[in-house]
């Protein structure tokens, strides 16, 4: 299947007679963000699913978006095109791991902790969580928790790490998980690029190893501090807008490119990492997208009792931050 004018105009005509908004993840490819009605970070696709009034969303993006749009409207029918897309975060914690985890600190200490999940978690976890959170809102929800309480944090060490620097709270702990894509994007790599381009903005994802080794490069001078942003796929589009930098390196997930490209084509965005490209994210292909809109496949459903126990935290994090 080619995406060309004739495969938008079937995508467009199938999403209209199905009465579906069609929600893009600023990671998917470049001719599927195109095609979306949204394309977004996950905090303001999640959003926009919770407050659209299609009767049907198609998701492209991974599983646990997917879910998410379900847990928010359960009466809404929810498609993604493959679902078979996961997600290498997402499946570094169990709800039975985390239950344990809980039940090990709560007998430890005396007190019940709270629980702050990443969105890219499953389900069954956001059951078991007091406050979801993403990139964009993590420091501000782990701020919403009283200061004497402690937080468990899962399942990303490295958004964990970020958020404890952000904080300062020393009652942060912080499950071991990591995506591998971000996790691959590495230190020594990009202290190269940012010493190639000394002026150059560095924008890095708070999953990525290597943002402890900008603020490292930051902190002994090599590069200038200012340059250092640590930011959100949405916020990266917001600081894209206003910085005066003619190149920025980026350090996430490399559909990212695209939006940027897009929301400012003076400046001259490259990878840190080009290998950085996520396979489940890719499994929206063009065809996959149009088999879906045809079949109504594949749904995405999530059990009753698990959803409306999701539920509370998944809305607890659409209420706090942007
Ligand atoms: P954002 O929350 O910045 O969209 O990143 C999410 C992510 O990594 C999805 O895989
Ligand atoms: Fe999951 Fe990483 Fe892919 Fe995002 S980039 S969907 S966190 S595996």
Redesign the pocket.
């Known amino acids: 299947v080619r995406a060309d004018a004739e495969w938008a105009r079937e995508v467009r005509a199938l999403a209209e007679e199905r009465d579906a908004v069609l929600l893009a ?3 998917q490819l470049p001719e599927i963000q195109d095609v979306a009605d949204h394309t977004g ?3 303001a696709l999640s959003r926009i699913a919770a407050s659209s009034t299609a009767s049907t969303i198609v998701f492209c993006g ?1 599983h646990f978006m997917a879910e998410t749009a379900k847990i928010l409207s359960p009466d809404k029918t929810v498609l993604i095109p493959d679902a078979r897309a996961g ?1 290498s975060l997402a499946d570094s914690i169990t709800a039975e791991q985390l239950r344990a985890w809980k039940a090990e600190f709560a007998e430890r200490t005396g007190t019940p902790p709270v629980v702050v999940s990443y969105v ?1 978690t499953t389900a069954e976890v956001k059951a078991e969580t007091d406050v979801c959170c ?3 809102n993590a420091v501000d929800v782990v701020r919403s928790v009283p200061a004497d309480r402690d937080v468990l944090f899962c399942p990303d060490q490295f958004l964990g790490a970020h958020v404890k620097r952000e904080t300062g709270r020393e009652n942060l702990h912080v499950w071991a998980g990591e ?1 591998h894509v971000h996790a691959g994007i590495n230190g020594p790599e990009l202290a190269e690029r940012a010493a190639a381009d000394p002026d150059a903005d560095l924008f890095i ?1 708070p ?1 990525c190893g290597c943002a402890t080794s900008a603020l490292y490069l930051a902190g002994e001078g090599t590069v200038a501090e200012e340059r250092v942003k640590i930011l ?3 916020d990266m589009l917001t600081a894209a807008r206003s910085t005066g930098a003619r190149s920025v390196l980026v350090a996430t ?1 490399v559909g990212m490119l695209h939006q940027l490209r897009k929301a400012a084509p003076e400046i001259d965005f490259r990878a840190v990492n080009d290998r950085a490209s ?1 396979r489940y994210m890719k499994m929206i292909t063009p065809a996959a997208l149009l088999r879906c809109l045809r079949e109504g496949a594949d749904e995405v459903d999530v059990p009753a009792d698990v959803a409306e126990r999701a539920r509370a935290s998944v809305e607890r994090m659409i209420a706090i931050g942007a």
């Open positions: 993840h600023n990671y970070d996950s905090l991974v997600c890219n993403t990139s964009s995506c994802h999953e959100s796929t949405g997930e996520c």
